[in-house]
């Protein structure tokens, strides 16, 4: 469908089809997002309390899928939270139960998904069936943050290891959930728009002067990997920088910023002061909502890098040149555009990515 060379110094960007075509906007919603591994929740923040089910929308507006977290003993599964019987959904809210119990009909399933009862079925035949078991499905889990995905066509274990590399010395399980400063901006723009401008550093001198004050542009690099890309941003060594112990890979190093996007719509900014998630949630092809959560480590770098001011304002000024960008596309006479060799590596990789799995 779409041809994106492999050789950034020959290849073009993906033209305005793919971000106005509402055929295109359908088959990412099946192609990419229900083949990849979706950021879900955190299992701490879920399970806090005594409630041991917890009914949640993967993607909600997008993929849509109406799940259901169940957490026995230490183990913590997802299901389909639809009963197999008349697709009820089965629990509204969390809950502490001892068995799921469809309110519609009566059909019970055990924590474990196992359909175990179901009144006036005496006389059904060939009954019950494997597919009368809640579907369940694959759950991944990095350090308490919980991942899964409808049809995964990539080892999650590879994402996991490449996290590790780099950031396996953070205690992040210990990092203050700071739900004061959670924020979701709505942006007027295609949510691929919105990765485009995450994916590059290019932008940095021109749209993010206070961003860009903390950062050495030039020694600014992207590395990509398996459905990933990773951006360091490093200071002149004036500024707050990680402690990197002995033998990490960057140790030595000036490393004030670690930049990770996992395929397709979730980031992790990682600074001294701690971690920003980023998750991007397509509503519409021309609007997208995207949430910002943040998790401490240190709340006095925290304020002294001025962490959510900084964010504020890098975010709407991002907003501002995407949501340009969208206007941009609607233009008789743009096609497309060339690929910085230097400066573009990770924009270049993920529109390779969308053009691969469009493909199959």
Partial sequence: MFDIKKSIE????????????EEVWDLCREKIFCKSWLYLADENLLFKGLDNVFPITLLE??????????????????????????????????????KITCQYHGRRFDLNGQFEFMPEFEEAEDFPRPCDHLHKLD????????????????DFSILFNRLEERLGFLPIEDFRFAAE?????NVHAHWALYCDNYLEGFHIPFVHQALGSILDY???TTEFYDQMVLQIGYSDGSGFCFDLPEGHIDHGKNVTAYYYWVFPNFMLNFYPWGVQLNIVKPITKDFTKVEFLYYIKDQK?????????LAEKTEREDEFVVEAVQKGLQSRFYKSGRFSPKREKGVHYFHRLIAEHLSV
């Fill in 61 to 98: 507006n997008y993929v849509d899928e109406p799940l259901l977290l169940t957490k026995v003993e230490e183990e913590t599964q997802c299901f389909t939270n639809v009963c197999t019987h008349r697709g009820f959904l089965l629990m509204q809210n969390p809950a502490k139960v001892r």
């Fill in 301 to 309: 770098i925290f304020d002294l890098m001025e962490g959510d001011k």
């Fill in 181 to 185: 400063y959670t924020k979701t901006y």
């Fill in 10 to 21: 020959v290849a073009s960007t993906l033209p305005p089809e793919f971000y106005q075509s």
């Fill in 218 to 220: 030039g020694k600014y």
């Fill in 139 to 154: 759950l991944k889990k990095w350090r308490q943050f919980l991942f899964t995905a409808i049809e995964p066509v990539f």
